[in-house]
């Protein structure tokens, strides 16, 4: 059984659902995929938690706060993989690209959910991780629960993907979806999103685009092999979108939608559409739709829910597991 | 295969050659050419050419003549693609007219316009239906529209590509 001492830095909704489902799958991650994972250390910027022996999920874990200087954790805590989930910043990459840096040079695998670093920093990232000769994956960085990096990585090597399009920011689209719906103007059905804890209260990475058009820049990069940044992203957010433009569109069979796209070369975009209801890219309310378009075989499309603590960690526990397991990410029972 | 083609031509010189010269290259033969002068729209003049072609050509032969000239008709069904676009803001301020007028310039068949006023004080909305005979013309038509709205104040809602039904 290999034991694998999990640095995780960041403790909100996403790490403590992660850290739950550690937890509480630990005999099928240890029967399926051979590792024996535990958190030894939690960091914050308030503080860190280590434990050699592993920290339980759960409200003790917040008790037991040593003072430790954060960022410089990821350069010097015993672990074998470092997991941020740090907050998201899409300027300056945040302390989880210092995080990541310094992780990825002292030869530690990484696995981030952390859209800033990969935005800021993707190139500089990937090709440290290959010249340490380490694991970097980001599978939870794009839409959440579905395994769109994932899907190209390990099965499409045979295929090159050409275009994606894809509904990448289930906030806006509740909005939208409750606009149409409910013939809502965008105040109200930004208002109820607020209420069910689907919009911040700063909802303007949702509602402006930048969410959905750094992770146009993630998918560009990784998945289309281009090197884009944030600012090459033509971005329109929801905002205009009135009541009458979605009577309007509904009455013509239409929906509106804020719909990301980018191919192997020209713009990349983030900006309302309106999309036929017939469309798989019509999906509703808080769910996420990623369409590959491929130069061999056609269009494949992948939908589920891409935002929520549980749903992203499974995502997180996924990379976890591939960067980890001497079985390989099928894993096989014994 | 017979297969009849209604074209619209520019009436200038060189134009017909251009189509037949598309034609020679799919290896179709020319059983008639009918121009229809009484029907000409300003200086676009239609023109009905009845050739046999084999099956499999046919269709790349329509898209190599809708990337040259616009094609109204194959056989008698329409040809081209359906799409729309929203204008969203003080669009009646912004002058309606000349988005439609845009439109057309570009090639494109304005089909429907409808819209919808909340309030005097509020953005409004029209969504306009349009028709286009090749991907160049709309491609033309969006770009002429969006550099309208740019200039006007109000935002370009258009259909994901997907949309041509």
Known sequence: MKRVRIALFGYGAVAKAFHQILASDRDRLRSIHGIDPSVVAIVRSSGAWIDPAGLAPGADVLARRKPGAAADLAASVACDLVVDLTPTNLATGGVGLEITRRALGRGIPVVTANKGPLVVAYRELTELARAKGVPFLFEGSVAGAIPTLNLHDRCLPGNRVTRVDGILNGTSNFILTRMAEEGLGFEPALDEARELGYAEADPSADVDGHDAAAKVVILANHVLGRNLHLGDVATTGIRSVSGAAMRLARERGYAIRLVASVGLDGPAEVAPKLVPRSSELNVNGTLNVVRYTTEHAGAFTLVGKGAGGRETATAVLSDVIQATSPRGAAGKAT | ?165
């Not at chain 2, 074209?7 to 251009?18: A, I, S, T």
């Not at chain 2, 007028?101 to 004080?121: N, P, Q, S």
């Not at chain 2, 509020?122 to 090749?134: D, G, M």
């Open chain 2, 1 to 165: 295969m017979k297969v009849e083609y209604l074209v619209e031509l520019r009436d200038q010189p060189g134009q017909l050659g251009l189509v037949l010269g598309i034609v020679a290259r799919f290896g179709a033969n020319i059983l008639s050419i009918v121009h229809e002068r009484e029907r000409a729209r300003g200086d676009l003049v239609p023109v009905r050419l009845a050739l046999d072609v084999e099956e499999p050509a046919v269709e790349p032969l329509t898209a190599a003549l809708s990337a040259e000239v616009r094609v109204t008709t194959v056989s008698g069904r329409a040809a081209g693609t359906s799409h729309a676009l929203l204008l969203v803001g003080h669009v009646f301020r912004a002058q309606l007219g000349d988005f439609t007028d845009a439109l057309f310039t570009a090639g494109a068949d304005v089909r429907h316009v409808r819209a919808e006023i909340e309030h005097k004080d509020k953005p409004s909305a029209v969504l306009i239906e349009f028709q286009s005979p090749s991907a160049r013309v709309l491609a033309d038509a969006r770009e002429r529209v969006e550099a309208l709205a740019r200039a006007r104040g109000l935002v370009v809602v258009p259909a994901i590509e997907e949309a041509a039904r």
